[in-house]
């Protein structure tokens, strides 16, 4: 009887009619891995083909595959499981659109939102877009370092293609050279269409030098107003060290009970660029006037602060914040996270405000120093920590609108108008020196301020429309009213006159 092992192969021929020659261990392990390998190969390949042709046909058999070949918990994001990706919207692009976002964090995350939408008019395929590196700030993050740049790409694949670098064809290293201008700013559907669409038939590559408000607040259809709500609200997410770091953070406020979170925009860069100097000595002065004459686009160089405060265009100084809360109704015990840069004046101009409100916080305080480490030197970063927290407080109070300001409100809006107090400076400011120079006294000063702030704390209204005046009418960001209410009910939520009865004051309830 002849006996074979699994592992021998039976070789015949006239020469020897009958020969055994035995296989090695590694021999048989490689053709079992290269059969495996082959198998599983053949196994995708199946499955894709499926899913293209009939995408449900197959929907439980390839969540298992995904189950079993899913990396383990530990190794997960743990803020976000990986939502199924949304079928690609297929359309013949017109070519490439390149972007370079100038500003900070806010103005770029707009110029981003904005960006997707004028390449998902004109049919394009949008490269990440860059980040600005050269302004006040001098941030070298890209943006890959803030967002999410995987989720970027994934949850807006249905609506235009986003790739992270032009082709190498188009690379400068051939010798190509993209064509590169500035969009006209507050621009329309027919402007972007009949004036910049010819031009990618030319050049294939156009570069957007610069994105901050190139697209108009109003006169946009609806389906590329709500695609720019989809962008802002669910198509940009910070990467998981930023959010990890943002959850951390409101989880130690919310700890400690509820929270005001306070944008004191009294920062060097927002000084200089607007000419107020109240409250600063004569040397402050000067030194902020010599910072402004070293921006070439800050326009304005010779600026009157006094002029400008009194017209309500400077941010609180951190003395009338102080006065500002209180009139408000906020006591001693009140927990509030200072949401900004360095102050300018440092603690010496804080002091009043920490007298007054002694549990007064920061991310500097809140956190340990070797956790912050990795954000240091990288400002949008570390304003995206403090975005974070301004969207989870229980009010949010801006000193300034800027674009930190204006986009946190139609954020908090969003959330379900979530309660933010907006400051009405010029009235403010008018009622401030009458309290200081006596004439006014507190109860009065406080019952005054209450009242011109009552229509002033985040409640549902239309946005003001003025024609040809762009930068005076109300901001898209500030309050995306299309995103805001689906049916029959919007009028009512959106009409000034219903919702007033909503208002609450700050005193009572945070």
Known sequence: MEVRSENSIQVRSDKFPSTVIPRTRLQVWFFRVCSSILLWTCLVHIVAVAELWHPRLLTGFTSRISWITRPPLRLQHSLHSPPPLVP??????????????NGGLNQ????????????????????????????FWADPSDFEDIFDVRHFIDSLRDEVRIVR????????????????????????????????????????????????????????PLFLQK????????????????????????????????????????????????????????EEAEELKRLRYTYPWWREKEIVSEERRQQGLCPLTPEEATLFLQALGFTKETQIYIASGEIYGS?????????????????????????LQQFQNHSSQMAAL???????????????????AKVVEGHRRYLGFKKSILPDRKKLVELLDLHQNGTLPWNDFALAVRQAHEKRMGQPFHRRIIPDKPKEEDYFYANPQECLCEGTGCEDLLDPGKSSKATMTAGEQL
């Open 108 to 135: 770029m995350r707009a110029a981003i939102c904005d960006m997707v939408t004028v390449a998902r008019l004109l049919n394009l395929t949008l490269v990440v877009p860059e980040l600005d590196k050269k302004s």
């Open 347 to 371: 603690e010496r101009r804080l002091a009043p405000l920490s007298a007054a409100f002694p549990r007064i916080v920061k991310k500097e305080t809140l956190l340990d120093p070797a956790e």
């Open 386 to 404: 403090d975005f974070m927290v301004t969207l989870a407080s229980n009010t949010f109070i801006p000193t300034y609108d800027g674009n930190m």
């Open 165 to 220: 670098r032009l082709p190498k064809r188009f690379s400068s290293k051939y010798g190509f050279e993209a064509f590169q201008m500035p969009p006209i700013s507050w621009s329309n559907e027919k402007y972007y269409l009949e004036q910049i669409l010819p031009l990618f038939s030319k050049h294939k590559v156009v570069h957007f030098n610069r994105t901050d408000t190139r697209l108009a607040n109003n006169g946009i």
């Open 227 to 282: 695609l720019r709500c989809r962008v802002n609200f669910q198509g940009l997410r910070f990467t998981p060290q930023i959010e990890t770091l943002g959850h951390k953070l409101v989880h130690i406020l919310q700890e400690k009970g509820p929270f005001v979170a306070l944008h004191l925009r009294y920062e060097m860069d927002m000084l200089a660029f607007s000419g107020c100097t109240h409250g600063c000595t004569v």
């Open 88 to 101: 690609p919207r297929y359309y013949r692009s017109n070519g490439f659109l390149k972007v370079s976002c």
